[in-house]
């Protein structure tokens, strides 16, 4: 069994620090979208959106514990769920907002070389699920193995992955 090393301090400040760029395009873009429905004056608590990166890493930086993994786990996390919100978003909502999401998805990557839904595991959890089933049981599963089929620069999964995840994909476009 191979060891498993704990991430340093300054390794997790680094990954803090990349995934806080991805957090902060989607806070801007989250506002952005508020203000364009409801006014650039309309009165707007910014916080309740999500908290701006460089708050966490403010804490992040004065926390002086050993549990300084915490923070990444958090960030995680939200990614993770922010990406199920998205991903409902682009599916289920009218097609300004579906054309938003997949806009802000693709600024995110250019901007930041993050792939939003890659971050948050969705797409390798998915991957993995279908796979091991041998079929694709949705339209949420297709769209978002879409996206990674899309993806030329994926690293998410192997090649011997994509190609079956594309046989997976080819199969379940055909009309029933």
């Not at 908290?51 to 549990?67: I, S, V």
């Not at 938003?100 to 250019?110: G, I, N, P, T």
């Not at 390798?124 to 978002?144: H, M, P, Q, S």
Request: charge should be negative.
């Amino acid at each position: 069994m191979p060891l498993v090393t704990k991430a340093t301090r300054e390794q997790v400040r680094q990954d803090l620090v990349r995934l806080l760029r991805g957090l902060d395009l989607y806070r801007d873009w989250r506002i952005a979208r508020w203000q364009a429905v409801h006014g650039p004056d309309a009165t707007f608590d910014p916080d309740e959106v999500v908290e701006p990166g460089a708050k966490t890493l403010a804490r992040f930086d004065a926390y002086t514990g050993p549990h300084y993994a915490q923070f990444l786990r958090d960030i995680q996390t939200w990614y993770s769920v922010t990406a199920g919100e998205l991903t409902w978003m682009r599916r289920s909502c009218d097609a300004d907002l579906s054309q938003a999401v997949a806009a802000f998805l693709s600024d995110v990557q250019a901007r930041t070389g993050i792939s939003f839904l890659a971050e948050a595991g969705l797409l390798k959890k998915t991957a993995d699920k279908v796979v091991k089933r041998g079929k694709i049981a949705n339209d949420e599963e297709w769209y978002l193995l879409k996206d990674l089929l899309d993806d030329t620069t994926q690293g998410t999964v192997s090649p011997q992955v994509l190609s079956t995840l594309s046989t997976l994909a080819q199969q379940y476009e055909v009309p029933r």
